[in-house]
């Protein structure tokens, strides 16, 4: 289940601007609990550069940012770049999700491309340590 914290569409702060390589114009900024087995364990805070990604409402970020984009905009999207780490879980943050024991949490900082290598999303998304799984392929080629 998906639980809308947060649905706006605002001014960028400069952090945002830096992390969407945005010189002006406006984001969307939602934030999104994710509900696993009845327990709140993921907190995704995505920004969406509202001039690529037009129209987004919350009825799409209940369901799904990517279908809207690819079937209502018809743009492709094509690849993302993250960055894993592990840090301390704010107070905020231990309020939102169903934190049990953990105060540390898994962020997953993600940039999300078209497929004309437009940036057009930066997420974070912080899990529950317990919850959280990494799978990898990876395949190397003769140079």
């Known amino acids: 289940r998906t639980i ?9 702060n400069d952090e945002i601007k830096e992390a969407l390589y945005m010189d002006e114009g406006k984001v969307y900024h939602i934030e999104r609990i ?6 709140k ?3 995704d805070i995505d920004y969406l550069n509202a001039a690529i990604i037009p129209g987004l409402s919350v009825k799409d970020a209940e369901n799904s940012l990517y279908e809207y984009i690819e079937k209502e905009l018809g743009l492709k999207i094509s690849f993302a770049r993250k960055e894993i780490t592990v840090v301390k879980a704010t107070e905020e943050e231990k ?5 049990k024991d953990y105060d540390l ?5 993600s940039y999300a491309y078209l497929e004309d290598a437009t940036l057009f999303q930066y997420t974070v998304s912080k899990h529950r340590p317990d919850k959280f799984r990494f799978v990898d ?3 190397r080629s003769e140079l």
């Open 4 to 12: 809308v914290h947060i649905f706006s569409e605002e001014e960028p």
């Open 34 to 39: 994710r509900e696993i087995d009845d327990e």
């Open 41 to 43: 364990v993921i907190l």
């Open 95 to 99: 309020e939102l999700l169903d934190m």
């Open 105 to 109: 949490l898994v962020c997953v900082k």
């Open 137 to 139: 392929f990876a395949r």
